[in-house]
């Protein structure tokens, strides 16, 4: 069965470090997805692409967060500089169409502790 | 008013039980509506989409009440292995997924 997979599956980093995390969706899906989920909460959508377009970057704070999908294959995010509050798991998924029907299908995640 | 609300739980139910979830979305022009469940620190995966009509799965059934903005999700005869914390996902056409906080479930021995 096609998985998405991320990695790394955890990272532990100092404040004000750099960190990126990397997504390679299911062949063929069009949609990426990055999410940020805090301990006891939902999953919280940070940035949307569809194929190498941003569609939806509302709630990705700019002035550290940055992701790409340059070839609307496989996707990064990144950190930079990561602060305390940035601790969570960082869920990537993707599905074949932005159609608002489409099953999401969601990767394992990484885990990020900042120090 | 946040815009997927959820009950956190936990509910502990015996196995062989049935219990019930609720999940209310505050924007009215929602179209599709879904249910994830959660491992523990694993990633979440679709359960089932809600259809306005319900639906059912197995042990599982689905209700969308587009008057009351909730939607619920019904399980009977409660297994061990659905220990779990089941979303509540809410979509608007042309614009994003919305989770819910999750409601967590312990099924007891």
């Known amino acids: 069965e096609a998985e998405v997979a991320q990695s790394p599956r955890y990272k532990i980093t100092e404040k004000s470090q750099a960190v990126a995390f990397w997504c390679d969706p299911i062949s063929g899906h069009a949609t990426l997805y990055w999410y940020r989920q805090i301990l006891g909460q939902g999953p919280e959508l940070l940035v949307q692409f569809q194929d190498e377009s941003v569609v939806d970057d509302s709630q990705l704070p700019k002035d550290r967060f940055s992701a790409e999908r340059l070839k609307g294959v496989d996707s990064t995010l990144k950190i930079q500089p990561a602060e305390l509050g940035d601790s969570a798991m960082y869920l990537c998924?993707?599905?074949?169409?932005?159609?608002?029907?489409?099953?999401?299908?969601f990767g394992p995640g990484t885990r990020l502790t900042v120090l | 008013r946040k815009e997927v609300e959820q009950d956190p739980g936990p509910f502990n139910v015996p196995e062989g039980a049935t219990v019930a979830f609720n999940c209310t979305y505050s924007n009215s022009a929602s179209q599709s509506f879904f249910w994830y469940r959660q491992d523990c620190r694993k990633e979440p995966k679709l359960l089932m989409s809600v259809y306005s009509s319900g639906n059912e799965d197995g042990r599982f059934t689905a209700q969308l009440n587009r008057a009351s903005q909730y939607i619920s999700l019904l399980i009977r005869d409660s297994k061990l292995s659905d220990s779990a914390t089941y979303l509540c996902?809410?979509?608007?056409?042309?614009?994003?997924?919305?989770f819910g906080p999750g409601t967590r479930l312990s099924v007891l021995p």
């Open positions: 998924a993707s599905s074949l169409a932005s159609g608002f029907n489409n099953e999401q299908f």
């Open positions: 996902v809410v979509n608007n056409y042309g614009q994003n997924f919305v």
